[in-house]
């Protein structure tokens, strides 16, 4: 079993910037594949950032390609998301979520576990 408690969000402004923290429990974190995936009122949970089940790329949605940056620190059983240059268009819940196998890393189906997820609100 895996607990992820995300923290971080908040209220910015546009342009600004917010850096995302995801901790997980247990002792195998370096194992999971992580991925983040965010959700506005009304619409579906999408894609934000994932890494590659082996670890060796960082896979971004277009609509934040060049301006969020995914990283994870192993010792801390930590996963962040530094988000730059935010628009109002970031505004939603931001999820991180786990996953023990393969799959598709940019679908919600493939994630084992998931957050409760932090609210990101960007003021224009």
């Known amino acids: 079993q895996v607990q992820l408690v995300e923290s971080g969000g908040g209220l910015v402004q546009a342009g600004g910037s917010l850096r995302l923290s995801c901790a997980a429990s247990?002792?195998?974190?370096?194992?999971?594949?992580m991925g983040w995936f965010r959700q506005a009122p009304g619409k579906e949970r999408e894609f934000v950032t994932a890494?590659?089940?082996?670890?060796?790329?960082?896979y971004y949605a277009d609509s934040v390609k060049g301006r969020f940056t995914m990283s994870r620190d192993n010792a801390k059983n930590t996963v962040y998301l530094q988000m730059n240059s935010l628009k109002p268009e970031d505004t939603a819940v931001y999820f991180c979520?786990?996953?023990?196998?393969?799959?598709?890393?940019?679908?919600?189906?493939?994630?084992?576990?998931w957050g409760q997820g932090t609210q990101v609100t960007v003021s224009s």
């Open positions: 979520a786990a996953r023990v196998r393969g799959g598709a890393y940019y679908v919600t189906n493939s994630y084992d576990y």
């Open positions: 247990g002792r195998t974190f370096s194992s999971y594949a």
């Open positions: 890494f590659s089940w082996m670890g060796s790329s960082t």
